[in-house]
């Protein structure tokens, strides 16, 4: 046993060498770089140590001044990689370091006194390494828990390997407490668990950058803390209570120890199984450890994650839930603030309120408009003036379960209300309860006013597509009724015309068909879709410079397209007529006006030109091509020139214009077409 004991601890010591000299040559010159090699030496001096004793005899005690040192180090470092500290200024300052070392230093000099000057005093030394390892274990178990998952990653094997090791001499020295002496075949197995242990702290010095992590120390650090904690000192009474029958028990001592102890553990595992016992020990740590009966970051976090897996289209229902989760009700209901001041019941979950039951509530909107507080109808009825000014029917409110009032604000005017029924057993609303119900219901008001916003947008949006429908539709129209107006100004000269009449009919023909297109599009509300079809192109533009001529300036066409072209005739014939008509419009009656077609390179050139009042580069490119922006009043819907290049641009085409103030404009159109003879 002697043989493979000093094997393990001369392995220990090899491979903690080799840690040393790696660690030298990595040159880490940081606080915690300098605690992982004084570290490493301690434990390589202790393992030599270890493995040299027994062949030269020296006393053990020398060992264990290493190891005090060693698990003070170890712990240190924790410390510091938990805490942060990179410097020797903040090592030296930090209430943590300072707390850790003033009780290390106290308890040590005891224990080392003890040894010297009381008779037995080696036992203290044992009680003092099971301190200084449960301590340590604490540690590194906070720092574990509360690490984020990356951290996790980086540090794991050092957890391992440190966890592995004081667990080990934990029990190493229970066990020695207990008898007073140590367990030989457990000490020689250390150097070991020592060896192991050390590359799984050398990943963790590569992976760990400069030794820093940040962690938050949350109520379950301490609860699971503080239960590992309890846990240990069981442990150290049974081991204290196992060496006192020992000691008394004679022959009989071994096994009414050993019996006692698997008792004690037995118990202990029942203790920390129990639920009642858990919930005790949160709710004093709770109480006595931190100043906020509530971790917002965690209440914040689950209120955020209910907003977005809530299933629900409902939104109030959705905000209703949450603000009844805060407190694991199962009761609610969302009151709105009509601008005539009535309100409006928009949901309630176990209630049973009606619209009339909702008037005493404009008690209360007075009330929280000048003071802005959560109601607690309970502590109204129990404590004289906690509510200085408010008149509320407590004996109503009792019968419809409504216990709690909380005011939604919204730009810092009331929005309305939540209505909560608490558990008959539940104690009165704390400043605590209160700020956590300010601070949800302060967020459900953003996520109500934003779902509000979201129905107004999209109603918005169907007002808007059907105003821009109809807004065509209305230009339809107006080409219609231009048409007809032609007919009827010019009807008294020209009525025993043949020609005449055969266009009026022609034009009447046309104005049906096209009457009957908007009629389908207002039943089916939405524009209807064009459709391509073989066109004569040169007989569309002489058919149109016709239907424009009838007013002055009179326009002269030069068109040399002898083909079929696919495209929508109607709405390519109200294109160019509608842009010859502004031509028109803009040039006296002396001026000019010219429209040229030609097909080159596949693709279909249309240059309307005129020499009348022009346009600015500002307003082409500014105004032209706006819809619903015009210059012509109450006479013009603004979306012709829009349309025109809507088409065109739907075709694969380009509108091009030029156009100098008082010198005239230039549209140059040019269509892609597949065309057929």
């Known amino acids: 046993m002697e043989v493979i004991g000093i094997s393990g601890y001369f392995l220990a010591t090899s491979a903690y060498l080799v840690f040393i000299l790696l660690l030298l040559a990595a040159r880490n010159k940081t606080l915690t770089g300098g605690l992982v090699l004084l570290a490493a030496l301690l434990v390589f001096a202790s393992s030599l140590s270890a493995a040299l004793q027994p062949k030269q005899g020296f006393s053990l005690l020398i060992i264990m001044a290493i190891e005090t040192f060693k698990l003070a180090v170890w712990s240190l470092l924790i410390i510091c990689t938990q805490a942060n500290i990179k410097s020797i200024n903040d090592f030296v300052t930090h209430?943590?370091?300072?707390?850790?070392?003033?009780?290390?230093?106290?308890?040590?000099?005891?224990?080392?006194?003890?040894?010297?000057?009381?008779?037995?005093?080696?036992?203290?030394?044992?009680?003092?390494?099971?301190?200084?390892?449960?301590?340590?274990?604490?540690?590194?178990?906070?720092?574990?828990?509360?690490?984020?998952?990356?951290?996790?990653?980086?540090?794991?094997?050092?957890?391992?390997?440190?966890?592995?090791?004081?667990?080990?001499?934990f029990i190493v020295f229970a066990q020695a407490a207990m008898v007073n002496q140590l367990d030989f075949s457990y000490w020689y197995a250390r150097g070991y668990i020592v060896a192991v242990g050390m590359p799984l702290i050398l990943i963790s010095t590569r992976r760990i950058k400069d030794w820093s992590v940040d962690v938050f120390v949350s109520r379950d650090v301490v609860f699971y803390s503080s239960m590992l904690m309890i846990s240990g000192l069981y442990l150290l009474?049974?081991?204290?209570?196992?060496?006192?029958?020992?000691?008394?028990?004679?022959?009989?001592?071994?096994?009414?120890?050993?019996?006692?102890?698997?008792?004690?553990?037995?118990?202990?595992?029942?203790?920390?199984?129990?639920?009642?016992?858990r919930k005790e020990v949160k709710v004093f740590i709770t109480k006595h450890f931190f100043a906020n009966k509530y971790d917002y970051r965690v209440e914040w976090l689950k209120s955020i994650e209910q907003l977005e897996i809530n299933e629900s289209d409902n939104y109030h229902q959705t905000a209703t839930d949450i603000i009844c989760s805060s407190l694991n009700i199962h009761q609610g209901a969302l009151i709105k603030k009509k601008p005539s001041g009535q309100f409006q019941l928009l949901y309630q979950e176990n209630f049973s309120l009606e619209q009339a039951d909702l008037s005493f509530l404009s008690a209360v909107d007075d009330f929280c408009v000048q003071h802005g507080w959560i109601i607690d109808i309970r502590e109204l009825a129990r404590v004289d003036e906690s509510y200085p000014g408010l008149f509320v029917d407590v004996k109503f409110c009792s019968q419809k379960n409504i216990d709690i009032i909380i005011p939604i604000f919204m730009n810092k005017t009331i929005y309305g209300f939540f209505l909560l029924a608490m558990p008959s057993k539940q104690e009165l609303l704390n400043w605590e309860d209160r700020d956590l119900l300010f601070s949800i219901s302060k967020q459900l008001s953003n996520y109500l006013s934003?779902?509000?916003?979201?129905?107004?947008?999209?109603?918005?949006?169907?007002?808007?597509?059907?105003?821009?429908?109809?807004?065509?539709?209305?230009?339809?129209?107006?080409?219609?009724?231009?048409?007809?107006?032609?007919?009827?100004?010019?009807?008294?000269?020209?009525?025993?015309?043949?020609?005449?009449?055969?266009?009026v009919f022609e034009t009447i023909e046309s104005a049906t068909a096209r009457l009957e297109k908007v009629l389908t599009q207002l039943r089916n509300k939405q524009v209807a879709e064009s459709s391509s079809k073989e066109v004569n192109i040169a007989a569309l533009i002489t058919e149109v410079v016709k239907q424009r001529n009838v007013q002055l300036p009179s326009i002269k066409m030069e068109v040399s397209v002898e083909d079929n072209i696919a495209i929508d005739a109607e709405t390519f014939s109200s294109v160019l007529n509608h842009l010859l008509q502004n031509a028109q419009e803009a040039t006296n009656d002396n001026g000019w006006v010219t429209i040229v077609a030609k097909v080159e390179s596949d693709n279909l050139l249309i240059k309307i030109s005129d020499n009348g009042c022009g346009m600015s580069e500002q307003f082409i490119a500014n105004r032209l091509f706006k819809p619903f922006d015009t210059t012509k009043g109450n006479a013009?819907?603004?979306?012709?020139?829009?349309?025109?290049?809507?088409?065109?641009?739907?075709?694969?085409?380009?509108?091009?214009?030029?156009?100098?103030e008082n010198e005239g404009s230039e549209f140059n159109i040019t269509i892609p077409c597949d065309y057929s003879a």
């Open 237 to 277: 009474l049974l081991a204290f209570a196992g060496y006192v029958i020992n000691y008394f028990g004679g022959s009989w001592g071994n096994i009414i120890s050993i019996a006692f102890l698997i008792l004690g553990g037995s118990v202990l595992a029942a203790l920390l199984a129990t639920e009642r016992l």
């Open 636 to 660: 013009g819907m603004g979306i012709g020139v829009y349309e025109a290049k809507q088409f065109i641009e739907g075709l694969g085409g380009i509108m091009q214009v030029t156009s100098r």
């Open 450 to 503: 934003l779902n509000e916003a979201n129905e107004r947008l999209a109603e918005s949006k169907q007002f808007d597509a059907f105003n821009r429908m109809s807004a065509f539709l209305v230009h339809d129209l107006k080409n219609i009724q231009a048409q007809l107006g032609l007919i009827n100004s010019n009807a008294k000269r020209h009525r025993d015309n043949p020609e005449f009449i055969d266009d």
């Open 95 to 169: 209430p943590k370091i300072k707390q850790y070392l003033k009780v290390w230093v106290g308890l040590s000099l005891l224990c080392w006194l003890a040894v010297f000057f009381v008779n037995d005093g080696v036992s203290y030394l044992f009680l003092l390494f099971l301190l200084l390892n449960l301590w340590l274990l604490v540690l590194l178990e906070q720092l574990y828990r509360n690490a984020e998952v990356k951290v996790k990653w980086a540090i794991w094997s050092l957890i391992m390997a440190l966890g592995v090791s004081t667990v080990f001499d």
